[in-house]
């Protein structure tokens, strides 16, 4: 094993009991664990979630769910005991029966997908139970969801028709929950309501309503706040919940003041939030190198002193990113080598980078090196790589384990 991740089962626990808490009240939250929990592992992670008491799990897909029922029956927990999981980005062809099979809630938004649900439901010999579903309300992210108005009222009255299929939840999603007083939330915020207005007037009833993501948690400055949704919910006599990704893995966006030029607005939930994973590798060989002498790719090194490196075997594809190479004039990325910070010099390779270990004399070959964890965090990564955080953590391609 080149390289392998650690996932801390105590900040885990602690990230999600933290955001149940912060969420408050009767407010479920649904742990989002889609992409193979944001590359923390799902199979590691759902199973923790699950016995923490997570209500329910959000995946991409019924391919990605599949694989979660499968890993928590794998944990021991029986389907009766799982959690409800929500297929969040829509099904099409073979991701249909899926679903079905892995008895999923399909997020939905058009005619069409809820026709091959239910026909699916149809096909599945001696089930009259009606499948699930979950409504998005497009208010404004222009990417999944109904328009609210003609289109919303349209697909309501024919969803009312069908034997095969329940509204058992309504949802949006805001697009700019991380900044504060956005006035774009409050737009959201205000189509949202309307358009459980017009479900409630057909006579629908969900037991369901759900927006918003880690920062509608975590932006205690937002009107898009948890108790705002807990009255909308109850005006229908449905449940509230929100549904949080990278904050049960201990990152959030920085929160945004509205109108000003990007200040970081504190949060208490956010500074008790910590990272779980550890990224972690070994030292497989050290050298010495002279002044003059070029390191890596294009010699974009050149060591000015007497130096000694350590090589790791890990490199950009494994997930470390190429932006993190490190030059004589624009300082790189850095490892962790015994509680030390160990730079990166020169170009990161596909599977080989280099780190200057010349303070740190005591390094042998074997010894470990953190990535990414304590010391060195995906936010560290992702100012370097001009990405979030989400994208660092996504992109890391090795298996975890847990860790107590
Ligand atoms: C990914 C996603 C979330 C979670 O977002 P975070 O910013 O990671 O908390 C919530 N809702 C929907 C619909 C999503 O796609």
């Not at 199979?43 to 990605?64: K, S």
């Not at 017009?198 to 509608?216: D, E, F, K, Q, Y």
């Not at 780190?355 to 992702?382: K, N, Q, Y």
Request: hydrophobic share 45%; glycine share 10%.
């Amino acid at each position: 094993m080149n390289s392998w991740v650690e996932i801390s089962e105590r900040r885990l626990l602690g990230n999600y009991r933290l955001l149940a808490q912060a969420a408050g009240g009767d407010t479920s939250v649904l742990a989002v664990v889609k992409a193979n929990a944001y590359g923390h592992g799902a199979a590691v992670c759902a199973p923790v979630l699950a016995q923490a008491g997570a209500e329910w799990l959000g995946v991409a897909d019924g391919a990605e769910g599949a694989c979660l029922r499968e890993a928590l029956a794998a944990a021991g927990i029986e389907r009766d005991s799982q959690p409800q999981v929500l297929a969040m980005c829509g099904s099409l062809g073979d991701d249909v029966e899926l679903v079905v099979r892995n008895e999923l809630t399909p997020v939905v938004w058009e005619q069409q997908q809820m026709e091959s649900l239910a026909a699916a439901v149809r096909q599945r010999a001696g089930d009259t139970a009606p499948l699930p579903i979950h409504l998005e309300i497009d208010t404004g992210m222009a990417r999944q969801g109904v328009a609210p108005g003609e289109e919303l009222h349209t697909l309501l009255h024919w969803l009312k028709r069908q034997a095969h299929l329940r509204l058992d939840g309504v949802m949006t999603h805001f697009a700019s929950a991380e900044v504060a007083g956005s006035p774009q939330t409050v737009i959201q915020m205000r189509r949202f309501q309307e358009a459980i207005g017009a479900v409630t007037a057909v006579g629908l009833r969900p037991s369901w309503v759900h927006v918003g993501s880690s920062s509608t948690v975590d932006n205690q400055g937002a009107e898009q706040n948890p108790a705002w949704l807990r009255s909308l919910a109850s005006t229908v006599g449905a449940r509230s919940m929100v549904r949080p990704g990278i904050a049960l893995y201990g990152y959030c966006l920085p929160i945004e003041q509205s109108g000003s030029d990007g200040n970081d607005v504190a949060s208490t939930v956010r500074s008790e939030l910590g990272p779980i994973m550890s990224w972690k590798t070994r030292v497989i060989s050290l050298r010495e190198v002279q002044p003059g002498d070029t390191v890596g790719y294009n010699a974009t090194y050149i060591a000015e002193k007497p130096m000694r490196l350590a090589l790791l075997p890990v490199g950009y594809a494994d997930g470390l990113r190429r932006e993190l190479s490190g030059s004589n004039l624009l300082p790189g990325g850095w490892t962790m080598v015994r509680g030390q910070r160990a730079s990166i010099v020169g170009r990161v390779s596909m599977n080989l980078t280099v780190v200057d270990v010349t303070e740190i004399p005591a390094v042998t070959v074997g010894d470990e090196v953190v990535i990414l964890g304590d010391g060195v965090t995906a936010d560290d990564h992702a100012r370097l790589a001009h990405t979030i955080s989400y994208e660092i953590v996504c992109g890391v391609r090795t298996a975890s384990r847990l860790v107590p």
